[in-house]
């Protein structure tokens, strides 16, 4: 059975939240929720919402607050959106929201923010495990340069998401007057290591193997799309259904892979078939090592070779004006790989996603079971060799599997 835990805020932990206050700018709540016991596991969703996906808050919020009735943990939220200072909020199991923490204007695109309100979310809610659902804008890997060299079409008229970078700031504070992005390397050069359960990336096209392996030794396990995430609130159709997964966040494996089997069931529910568009896996972040190990294996001395790969065959997740840089990681390797290579590849692959699955398509993106690894990864193909994000690849641990060139 399920229980929810109340704990009290002790003296020291006040006196420690005071000093982060002071220098953070922000303020307390004087009105905290009764707490008298330890809880076993406390989930922060952090919502990076200064951006277009303001639209889709008031949808996520209600589906958080549905599932949370039948959860066996605490949540906690950190949320900023367009117009309004960020907040830092409990969801009680009544679905009302107990106000923690007020800040003034930040950037919530920022590794730095985000460790503090871990941090924060640490002090106020002592619990034994953590997880982590980072929800917002992404491109994956991609640097926040990509865009000097591969410009996007114009949105104008486009009825789903374009994604950028790992979340988007377009009211940073501090009297900035431009948009900010959060860096992969950025954000794994500032988290502590090993203190999360999992991190759901609630975003676009953050199961890549490049990102996952950046971030591998933050968590025990990581869940992601290689695909774009829908937002379309209006149509039940935005992001994690946490209405119907938000109960399995508070577990482990077991747990987690029911989460991701109800997210990918709640788009193959869809009426229309553009809604029945998602992607979903659950990888063991400890598994990536291995994984890492053996790719290298095959692709040392093969960076030549898979510069002028044929692409046009391979599984791919990017469409619209999404850079044509995100091809299906199992589907790449298989064609630089012996026979005897591939098949421990395969048996790595599968420790390493312990869950995969997708819908058929994703709106007109046919995905083929057959060549569905779970994870994405970057073609080097030579004809990007002159955009940034080509070098800004390499310096990404995963860039490491092609040896010395």
């Not at 999992?198 to 096209?205: G, H, N, P, T």
Request: glycine share 8%; net charge negative.
């Amino acid at each position: 059975m399920k229980r929810q835990y109340e704990f009290p805020l002790g003296l020291s932990i006040i006196k420690v939240s005071m000093t982060v206050l002071f220098l953070a700018g922000c303020t307390q709540d004087d009105n905290l929720p009764d707490l008298t016991e330890p809880v076993s596991y406390t989930t922060l969703v952090y919502m990076a919402a200064d951006n277009s996906m303001d639209s889709e808050v008031d949808y996520t919020l209600e589906q958080l607050k549905e599932g949370i009735p039948k959860s066996g943990g605490i949540v906690l939220v950190y949320l900023d959106r367009e117009g309004e200072a960020p907040r830092l909020f409990r969801i009680l199991e009544d679905g009302t929201e107990a106000p923690l923490m007020h800040y003034e204007e930040e950037n919530s695109a920022s590794a730095e923010t985000l460790k503090r309100v871990l941090e924060e979310t640490k002090e106020l809610v002592p619990a034994e495990r953590y997880g982590l659902v980072y929800w917002s804008h992404s491109m994956g890997w991609m640097p926040r340069d990509y865009a000097k060299t591969l410009r996007p079409v114009s949105e104008r008229g486009a009825v789903f998401p374009r994604t950028r970078y790992l979340g988007i700031d377009n009211h940073p504070g501090e009297g900035n007057t431009f948009a900010t992005v959060m860096e992969i390397d950025r954000m794994a050069a500032i988290l502590p290591d090993h203190e999360l359960e999992y991190i759901w990336f609630d975003v676009c096209l953050m199961a890549g193997v490049e990102p996952l392996y950046q971030l591998r030794n933050k968590c025990r396990y990581m869940v992601a799309s290689p695909t774009e995430v829908l937002m379309e609130a209006g149509y039940d159709a935005s992001g994690a259904p946490y209405g119907a997964i938000l109960s399995y966040l508070f577990g482990g494996e077991e747990d987690l892979e029911e989460a991701c089997r109800l997210y990918i069931e709640h788009y193959n529910r869809k009426k229309q078939e553009i809604l029945r568009s998602a992607t979903i896996s659950l990888v063991d972040a400890g598994q990536l090592e291995g994984l890492y190990i053996i790719t290298s294996d095959i692709l040392e001395g093969k960076l030549e070779s898979a510069s002028v790969m044929e692409t046009r065959d391979l599984q791919a997740y990017h469409q619209g004006n999404i850079p044509p840089v995100f091809f299906d990681f199992g589907d790449m390797i298989g064609q630089l790989g012996t026979t005897a290579q591939q098949k421990t590849l395969r048996e790595q692959l599968e420790r390493t996603v312990i869950y995969k699955a997708a819908t058929d398509q994703f709106i007109e993106l046919p995905i083929d079971p057959e060549h569905f690894s779970g994870l994405s990864c970057y073609v080097p193909l030579s004809k990007w060799r002159s955009n940034p994000e080509y070098a800004y690849y390499f310096n990404l641990d995963w860039g490491g599997v092609y040896g010395n060139e």
